[in-house]
Nanobody
Framework: QVQPVESGGGLVQAGGSLRLSCAAS????????MGWFRQAPGKERDFVAA??????????YYADSVKGRFTISRDNAKNTVYLQMDSLESEDTAVYYC????????????????????WGQGTQVTVSS
């Protein structure tokens, strides 16, 4: 089974950028769909972005709230998935989680928390206004 570990969080001013990384060990990374979710205090864990495997053409998915500002990518040689976050807003403040799911996810399956089997511990992103 794969174990994701997030890094790259921190404090940034509104309008700035951060890049989150998620290194996955213990499994065949290329076989997993990968997703990013976030959870703000007192709120549910929400979908941010996801990327499929080669089986799904590495198709990407984004929440409407981050579309055009965030970019998800993966490097199978490094067992790592990235989330480039630009034009950050105070509403982006949350703990960001990386998750691995089965390669046969499709459509709305990518956005559901319950679709993913393995989760990292999370990394805090704070955007100051």
């Amino acid at each position: 089974q794969v174990q994701p570990v997030e890094s790259g969080g921190g404090l940034v001013q509104a309008g700035g950028s951060l890049r989150l990384s998620c290194a996955a060990s213990g499994g065949t990374f290329s076989r997993y769909a990968m997703g990013w979710f976030r959870q703000a205090p007192g709120k549910e864990r929400d979908f941010v972005a996801a990327i499929g495997t080669s089986w799904r053409g590495y198709r990407t998915y984004y929440a409407d709230s981050v579309k055009g500002r965030f970019t998800i990518s993966r490097d199978n040689a490094k067992n790592t998935v990235y989330l480039q976050m630009d034009s950050l807003e105070s509403e982006d403040t949350a703990v960001y989680y990386c998750a691995a799911g089965p390669r046969d996810l499709y459509g709305m399956g990518y956005v559901r928390v319950e679709s993913y089997d393995y989760w990292g511990q999370g990394t805090q992103v704070t955007v100051s206004s």
